[in-house]
């Protein structure tokens, strides 16, 4: 594993699931750990893992759908590691209604792209005049499989996913001369809360998603060590040449490492997998 020992790391979403474990992950390997969510109860929660453990962390309630308040969180983390956020990882996400498109509520829209899209616009917007000033940044977005391929029923979702990666390979060239690099990361199928919304909603899922949720449920999915090794590849100075990428964790993603990949094997719209 990388050692990340005094880097200030920001997670959103770090209250529960892929969020929490990559928080818990990072602080075991010596990060100081910046905490966001919206729910006390589970942000209490993770910081005292990693306390007990033996990390650094510190929890900042805060709405990513709200600009002021996430900039009001990095600037908290500033001043209380004395350094600004040299890593930040966007896992806030909410999976949304499941089922027929035809048959959700326009009302409930708008939450999930706050969520999902804007969430991740603010954290970047909020933690990026930091790194670019000190001229060395790596921000990871989780895009998940909906960026990869079609969903029915999941189609808000697949959507908000898609809508993120290529906002991150743009923003990477934006940012490329200021030592800033941006990638995403698919996590592979994992067991999450959103795993019990699937099997909650049961035929509206489809029988495939439903399927897939209880395998996923049984088995707990992609171990939690290969999507920490990709995220922490990524946020080290390793992967310095890598920006504006896709990468999947079950892909063979450590070409990565070596340079030797067709310029597009590792993008939203791919050429073939990796």
């Known amino acids: ?114 969520t999902n899209i804007m969430g991740v616009m603010n954290a970047c917007r909020a933690a990026l005049p930091q790194m670019i000033e000190h001229r060395s940044g790596k921000i990871i977005v989780l895009a998940c499989g909906g960026a990869f391929s079609a969903r029915p029923n999941f189609a808000l979702y697949s959507a908000t996913k898609a809508a993120v990666a290529r906002f991150a390979e743009s923003l990477a060239e934006e940012v490329r001369d200021h030592n800033v690099q941006i990638n995403c990361i698919s996590p592979g199928d994992t067991y999450t809360h959103m795993t019990d919304q699937i099997l909650a909603a049961g035929e509206r899922a489809g029988w495939r998603e439903h399927e897939h949720a209880e395998q996923t449920r049984l088995t707990g999915g992609t171990p939690p060590e290969r999507q920490l090794e990709l995220a922490m590849f990524l946020a080290s100075e390793e992967s310095n040449h890598i920006s504006g990428r896709l990468v999947g964790v079950m892909d063979e993603w450590k070409k990565l490492k070596r340079g030797s990949v067709k310029p597009d094997l590792f993008t939203l719209r791919r050429v073939q997998r990796a």
């Not at 990072?26 to 905490?35: D, E, K, S, W």
């Not at 969510?37 to 650094?56: M, Q, V, Y």
């Not at 499941?98 to 509520?105: A, K, Y």
Request: proline share 4%; net charge positive.
């Open 1 to 114: 594993m990388y050692s990340f020992k005094g880097v200030p790391v920001l997670v959103t979403g770090a209250g529960r699931g892929i969020g929490k474990r990559l928080a818990i992950g990072f602080a075991a390997q010596g990060a100081r750990v910046g905490l966001i969510a919206r729910s006390k109860t589970e942000l209490d929660l993770c910081h005292l893992e990693i306390e007990h453990a033996g990390g650094s962390a510190l929890r900042l309630r805060a709405d990513v759908c709200d600009y002021e308040q996430m900039s009001a969180a990095v600037e908290r983390m500033r001043v209380h590691f004395n350094r600004g956020v040299q890593v930040l990882i966007c896992a806030a996400a909410a999976q949304g209604p499941i089922g027929p498109f035809v048959e959700t509520s326009p009302k409930i829209w708008n939450e999930i792209l706050q």
